[in-house]
C-alpha cells in the first residue's frame, strides 16, 4: 500500500520537530510573570517554561500596585518580566528574585534598545537575562545570546532574533538557579560587555527631512520605529505616524510628495528614489492618537484625496527584493508554487481576501505544478479578519460581515483543490481565524518557534468561522477543539503536533525553515505517489460533503456571528474597540487581590493583546 503522505512529512521522530518532548527538569518552580502584554514574547516563553515542568502564571499589569497584588495573590518563587514597561517596586525586586528580559547586549541600557541597533546600523545585537535592580537593566547579568541583524524593521526582529535568544538565555538562567548558580556583576571594564546606557529615542531625532534624507535613511528611521512608536510625519497639513516602510526603485518624483499608490499603500519620493509605507496613524492637534490604518484609508478618513496613479505589481514575476512593494506574490521552482502573503500584523481586510483569493486560483490554475505552498509571510501567517479596517467602517458590523464571508470564499477554494497537494507553511505565528485557515491545507508544517493562538472568544464572544466547526475537529477531535477555542491559551509547535494540530514543526531560524521546506516540497511534487494523494484526497472530500456539505457549516458558522455582529449584545463591538484603541482586552489570568491592598480589579486582569 502506497506510504500516507503524512508519514512522509514525519519520518521519524525527531525533537526539532516537536516530535519528542524536552526532559522536564527536577523540581519545577512556581513562577510568575510580570508582563505590560502578554505578546507573542510573553507566550513563547510560557511555553518554553511550562514544557520544562514550570507552573507559570501570567499577570498583565500596568502599575506598581498592580504588580504587589499580583506578587501578593501569587507567591511565586520566582518572577520573570519577559516584556515590562513599568519600574517593579522595591518592595517587590528587594524581597522576590526578579529576572528581566532586555532586548540588548551585555550592559546595554535604556528603553529604546532595538531602535538604536536599527538606527546605528549595527550588524550584531544581543538579548540578556538580568536581575531586577535599582538601577533600570543594570543588574547581574544571567544569560545572554548574541544574534545577526536583519535588514529589516525592529517588530520582526523582535518576533524572530529577539524571542528566539531570549528563550535560550531564560532556560540557561533557570537552570543556573536551579543549579545554585550565581550571575555576573554587570561590569563596563570587560571587554565582553559591549552595551551601554542609551537614552529613549524621541521623535525629534526620528524626525525626516525629505527635502534631503536619502532613501537609505528614511528606511532606516521607519524600520526603527516599526510597531511603536512610527516616526511622526507631516502629509497634506495633518500629523501621521509612518509605519511600513520598502524601498522603491523604479520611479521617481519631487522629494516628498505621494508619487504612486498601490494596494492602500502609498509611494512617496524621495531625494534619491522612492518609497512605499504601508500603514499610517493619525495624531490630530492635540496629541491625542488614533490606530492604525493602511495608508490610503488613513488618509482619507482624515479627509485627503491620494492624487496619485495606482500602479500595480504583477503577481507572478521574478521581481529581486528591495525593488518595491509586493503583499502578494507568486513564485514557482522544481513544480511547486509558492504563494506569498504578507500582510501587516497578519491582518486580513475584505479587500485583502479578495485579492488573494484571486491570487489562489491563479496558482490552483497552474499545470506546471503539483503543489501549492501557502507561505503566509514571515512574521505571520494570517490573524484573521481586520480588526481595525472593521472599525474604521462607516458600519462595523457590516464590514465585519464582508470580511468574514471574503476570508471563508479563501477557506472554501483551498478545502475544495483537488488538482494539488496544498501546504500550509507557517513562518510566522498565526491566530484566531488564522488558525483554520491554515488547516484548510491537506498539510500544515511550521517554524518550531511559532506560536498558536486559535481561540475567538476573548473577542467578545466572537463565534467565528473559517469552516472552523469542520477543520479543527477533523484533525484533533470535538474535544480537544473545546478546549482550543475556549480556552486563552497558546500553543507551541510541539504540543501542535503531537495533539494533531500541525503535522510538523521544523527550522530554528527563517532560513532553516524555508530552505527545509522547499526540500520537502520538492520531494512532494516529484513523488511517484502524488496520483494516489490526489486520489484519496478527491474520496475524503466527497465523504465528508455527503455527511456534512461545507455550506451547511459556513451556514452555521455564519448564523452565530450574524448575532454577534447584529445582536443586542455589544460584546464583540466592545471588545473590538478595546482592542484597536489599546485599551486591553479581557485576559484570562485571575488575580484574586488580598483586601489589604485596596486594589480595584480583583478578578481579572486586563491586557493589549497583540505583538511588540
Known amino acids: 500500500m502506497p506510504p500516507n503522505l503524512t508519514d512522509v512529512l514525519r519520518r521519524s521522530p525527531n525533537p526539532l520537530r516537536g516530535d519528542v518532548p524536552p526532559r522536564p527538569v527536577a523540581g519545577g518552580m512556581r513562577v510568575l510573570f510580570l508582563v505590560t502584554a502578554h505578546n507573542s514574547l510573553s507566550q513563547r516563553a510560557q511555553i518554553a517554561l511550562t514544557e520544562l515542568g514550570h507552573e507559570v502564571t501570567v499577570a498583565v499589569v500596568d502599575s506598581g500596585e498592580a504588580m504587589e497584588a499580583a506578587v501578593a495573590a501569587h507567591r511565586p518563587e520566582l518572577i520573570v518580566c519577559p516584556i515590562l514597561k513599568t519600574f517593579i517596586p522595591e518592595s517587590i525586586w528587594a524581597n522576590h528574585r526578579c529576572l528581566i528580559v532586555h532586548p540588548g547586549p551585555r550592559g546595554d541600557r535604556g528603553p529604546s534598545s532595538l531602535d538604536w541597533a536599527i538606527e546605528d546600523g549595527m550588524a550584531e545585537w544581543g538579548v540578556t537575562v538580568l536581575e531586577a535592580a535599582e538601577e533600570a537593566d543594570a543588574g547581574d547579568i544571567w544569560a545572554t545570546r548574541n544574534f545577526r541583524t536583519r535588514a529589516v524593521g525592529k517588530s520582526s526582529l523582535y518576533r524572530h532574533e529577539v524571542r528566539r535568544g531570549a528563550i535560550e538565555a531564560l532556560v540557561e538562567a533557570l537552570g543556573k538557579l536551579a543549579d545554585g548558580d550565581a550571575p555576573e556583576p554587570l561590569n563596563y571594564d570587560d571587554p565582553t560587555v559591549t552595551g551601554r546606557l542609551r537614552p529613549l529615542m524621541k521623535q525629534d531625532y526620528r524626525a525626516i527631512d525629505w527635502s534631503t534624507d536619502a532613501t537609505s535613511a528614511i528606511v532606516r528611521k521607519i524600520r526603527a520605529a516599526e510597531g511603536h512608536p512610527g516616526v511622526l510625519d507631516d502629509i497634506g497639513g495633518t500629523a501621521f505616524h509612518l509605519f511600513g516602510v520598502h524601498r522603491e526603485e523604479g520611479l521617481r518624483g519631487r522629494p516628498g510628495e505621494i508619487i504612486a499608490q498601490r494596494s492602500d499603500a502609498i509611494c512617496r519620493a524621495t531625494v534619491d528614489g522612492a518609497v512605499w509605507i504601508t500603514h499610517l496613524k493619525r495624531r490630530d492637534a492635540d496629541g491625542q492618537s488614533f490606530f492604525k490604518l493602511p495608508a490610503t484609508r488613513a488618509l482619507a478618513l482624515a479627509g485627503h484625496t491620494v492624487d496619485a496613479?495606482?500602479?500595480?505589481?504583477?503577481?507572478?514575476?521574478?521581481?529581486?527584493?528591495?525593488?518595491?512593494?509586493?503583499?502578494?506574490?507568486?513564485?514557482?521552482?522544481?513544480?511547486?508554487?509558492?504563494?506569498?502573503?504578507?500582510?501587516?500584523?497578519?491582518?486580513m481586510s475584505t479587500e485583502h481576501c479578495r485579492r488573494l483569493r484571486e491570487a489562489y486560483l491563479y496558482a490552483r490554475s497552474r499545470r506546471e505544478t503539483n503543489v501549492i505552498v501557502l507561505?503566509?509571510?514571515?512574521?505571520?501567517?494570517?490573524n484573521g479578519i481586520h480588526l481595525n479596517v472593521i472599525e474604521a467602517a462607516p458600519d462595523p458590523a457590516e464590514e465585519s460581515w464582508y470580511n468574514l464571508h471574503a476570508i471563508d470564499d479563501v477557506v472554501r477554494e483551498v478545502v475544495e483543490t483537488d488538482s494539488h497537494v496544498v501546504i500550509a507553511a507557517l513562518q510566522g505565528d498565526a491566530a484566531a481565524g488564522g488558525v483554520p485557515f491554515a488547516l484548510a491545507a491537506d498539510h500544515v508544517v511550521a517554524r518550531e518557534d511559532v506560536v498558536l493562538n486559535p481561540y475567538y472568544q476573548h473577542m467578545g464572544g466572537l463565534y467565528g468561522s473559517e469552516y472552523w466547526t469542520y477543520l479543527l475537529p477533523r484533525r484533533v477531535g470535538a474535544g480537544m477543539t473545546a478546549e482550543l477555542t475556549s480556552t486563552f491559551t497558546a500553543i507551541g509547535t510541539r504540543r501542535a503536533v503531537e495533539i494533531g494540530l500541525i503535522d510538523s514543526a521544523f527550522g530554528e531560524s527563517l532560513e532553516s525553515f524555508r530552505a527545509q521546506l522547499r526540500g520537502l516540497a520538492a520531494r512532494l511534487a516529484r513523488h511517484p505517489d502524488l496520483p494516489h494523494w490526489l486520489e484519496s484526497k478527491r474520496r475524503?472530500?466527497?465523504?465528508?460533503?455527503?455527511?456534512?456539505?461545507?455550506?451547511?457549516?459556513?451556514?452555521?458558522?455564519?448564523?452565530?456571528?450574524?448575532?454577534?455582529?447584529?445582536g443586542a449584545d455589544r460584546a464583540y463591538h466592545e471588545a473590538r474597540r478595546r482592542f484597536v484603541y489599546k485599551l486591553g482586552a479581557p485576559c484570562a489570568v485571575p488575580v484574586v487581590a488580598p483586601a489589604a491592598t485596596g486594589w480595584d480589579e480583583p478578578h481579572e486582569l486586563r491586557h493589549a493583546a497583540g505583538g511588540h
Request: aromatic fraction near 16%; charge should be negative; proline fraction near 9%.
Open 375 to 382: 507561505m503566509g509571510g514571515p512574521d505571520f501567517f494570517s
Open 540 to 566: 475524503d472530500r466527497a465523504r465528508d460533503e455527503q455527511i456534512k456539505p461545507l455550506s451547511t457549516y459556513r451556514s452555521e458558522e455564519l448564523a452565530r456571528s450574524h448575532e454577534c455582529f447584529f
Open 309 to 347: 496613479p495606482e500602479i500595480p505589481a504583477p503577481l507572478h514575476a521574478p521581481i529581486p527584493d528591495g525593488h518595491t512593494y509586493r503583499d502578494i506574490w507568486y513564485e514557482e521552482d522544481a513544480g511547486v508554487g509558492y504563494l506569498h502573503f504578507d500582510f501587516y500584523n497578519g491582518a
